[in-house]
């Protein structure tokens, strides 16, 4: 089992930057794909980001493209989402995600998650 937990959430004005850490513990993350995955107020979970095991393959929702990056740290057991030029909309719960394999297609299902981490950006 691992266990993930999100920090690095907050308030922001429109135009700013976050940058959200995910931090896992129980098992190394070095064979997992790690994702994001946020939910707004009223919303279904909505697919952010994903991470491949080396970090060499990013792959990102279009609303966020340009605008995020998430990478990762295997030797730290760590994923981030640098979030810059926010936006409104991107107001969410953010959760980090993993999985064991890289899926032919975007979605929010995973094996495990973390208890999330607010973002809220104001106009």
């Known amino acids: 089992q691992v266990q993930l937990i999100e920090s690095g959430g907050g308030l922001v004005q429109a135009g700013g930057s976050l940058r959200l850490s995910c931090s896992a513990s129980?098992?190394?993350?070095?064979?997992?794909?790690m994702a994001w995955v946020r939910q707004g107020p009223g919303k279904e979970r909505e697919f952010v980001a994903r991470?491949?095991?080396?970090?060499?393959?990013?792959d990102y929702a279009d609303s966020v493209k340009g605008r995020f990056t998430i990478s990762r740290d295997n030797a730290k057991n760590t994923v981030y989402l640098q979030m810059n030029s926010l936006k409104p909309e991107d107001t969410a719960v953010y959760y980090c995600?993993?999985?064991?394999?890289?899926?032919?297609?975007?979605?929010?299902?995973?094996?495990?998650w973390g208890q999330g981490t607010q973002v809220t950006v104001s106009s």
């Open positions: 995600a993993a999985r064991g394999y890289w899926a032919p297609s975007r979605g929010v299902i995973y094996d495990y």
């Open positions: 991470v491949s095991f080396s970090g060499s393959t990013t």
């Open positions: 129980g098992r190394t993350i070095s064979n997992l794909v």
